[in-house]
């Protein structure tokens, strides 16, 4: 068994998840236009590379905290099936179907907070993910995170920590993603890859020793 850590968004999806939700939550009246303004602010931010994650992934559970987690998982759910799936990458979904034939152990490894990404995992019937884990009182969200976002080298340090309790090796291990936020866990596998990479990773010296690959 080896492990396959997959980069969800650009990677997995053709597209970004958090846009994908909040654009048809907006249309069903759930965020207004102000919080969209909201959100294509830090996603300039992000593109500037100079974006708060901390502020950004408690930012985007402040339109949940009024909802139970049970009508959360019922709205996001039908979210995902409806508009997500259908932009997962066939390529990926090949790869992923792959590895789990292979009875590797496949885990999603992204920035995007736990109670939207357990529904993608579990389109993909992958058990394993390690996300922005997000504080849950009185079955509702309270909006704080609980752990590290696992963004840049702090994806590295999540999976260290998901996995400190297991006898592991990463002799063979896989890592797939899209953009120089992923590079630090591509680097700790033995198998790189670059999906689908945009310029700015291309140009990064540091992924000489990675295989450019498309999902698509």
């Not at 700790?188 to 010296?205: I, T």
């Amino acid at each position: 068994m080896a492990f396959a850590f997959f980069d969800m968004d650009g990677t997995i999806i053709d597209g970004d998840s958090n846009d994908i939700t909040y654009y048809e939550l907006n249309r069903m009246r759930i965020v207004d236009d102000v919080f969209i303004q909201k959100l294509n602010n830090y996603e300039d931010m992000f593109y500037k590379g100079i974006l708060d994650i901390n502020e950004f992934v408690e930012f985007a559970s402040t339109p949940f905290i009024k909802y139970s987690m049970d009508e959360l998982d019922e709205i996001l759910g039908s979210i995902v099936r409806r508009c997500i799936v259908p932009k997962i990458k066939k390529g990926a979904r090949d790869r992923i179907e792959s590895h789990i034939a292979n009875k590797d152990r496949v885990i999603i490894v992204t920035a995007t907070n736990d109670y939207l990404v357990k529904h993608v995992a579990k389109a993909l019937d992958i058990d394993d993910f390690i996300a922005s884990s997000m504080e849950v009182k009185n079955k509702h969200l309270t909006g704080k995170k609980l752990s590290e976002v696992p963004f840049k080298d702090g994806k590295v340090r999540r999976i260290r920590e998901y996995l400190k309790d297991e006898e592991y090796s990463l002799d063979g291990s896989y890592g797939y993603g899209d953009s120089v936020n992923d590079i630090e866990m591509l680097l700790m596998c033995e198998h790189g890859f670059l999906v689908d990479p945009n310029e700015n990773m291309l140009k990064d010296p540091r992924v000489r020793s990675l295989e450019v690959i498309s999902f698509k």
